[in-house]
């Protein structure tokens, strides 16, 4: 007989045994554990307040002083004995002095539609930096102009550029010279894009 057959055995006789244990476990408790007796509630006794004398050694301070309050300004009525050049502002006009003009109305900087785009007539070659052509850099950068109504590159920015010749290309429009472009025959100020190729041959 395994040893697991005969534990299933005895299990109802190590059941009894053990619920037997327990009820004098139980019974051994109620015997032994003494009768509660409650206790009738007490009212607490009311403590009494007393006054404490403070002591001469403890100085209290004296309130703060009250700040006086400011001054509002009132308006003065001019008396019945004041001059008249006291409380009349000056009605004289100065027909020599010359009239005073509005400002000028705001311009837009540039035109963004323009009918005669603006016309090169000075353009110089960039300058071909000694790094970039040691490197043999190549490429076109696109610089955006702004032409103002005069024909002259006011600004100027790199829209699409290849480092190390960015730098060439923007000194180079500055010397650009241009026929302005015309909005119904008056000049004004645009902005264009240009290219600004740089090759090592030709």
Do not use: C
Not at 118 to 132: H, R, S
Request: without cysteine; glycine residues 4%.
């Amino acid at each position: 007989m395994t040893a697991e057959q005969e534990l299933k055995n005895q299990y109802p006789k190590i059941f009894r045994i053990a619920v037997l244990g327990a009820i004098g476990v139980h019974l051994v408790a109620f015997l032994v554990t003494p009768a509660w007796k409650p206790k009738p509630y007490q009212l607490r006794e009311r403590q009494v307040l007393e006054a404490i004398n403070i002591p001469d050694q403890i100085s209290i301070p004296p309130p703060p002083k009250e700040e006086a309050k400011p001054i509002v300004p009132t308006e003065i009525e001019p008396s019945e004995d004041a001059d008249a050049a006291e409380t009349i502002a000056s009605t004289q006009l100065d027909v020599e002095a010359p009239p005073e003009l509005p400002p000028a109305p705001a311009r837009a900087e540039f035109f963004t539609a323009f009918d005669e785009p603006p016309q090169i007539i000075v353009q110089i070659p960039p300058e071909y930096p000694d790094m970039a052509r040691m490197a043999e850099l190549e490429g076109v950068v696109m610089v955006q102009i702004g032409v103002n109504e005069f024909g002259d590159v006011v600004e100027a920015n790199v829209v699409s550029g290849i480092e190390g010749l960015n730098q060439a290309a923007i000194e180079a429009v500055y010397k650009w010279k241009f026929r302005p472009a015309k909005q119904r025959d008056i000049p004004v100020p645009v902005r264009i894009v240009v290219p600004i190729r740089f090759t090592l041959r030709g």
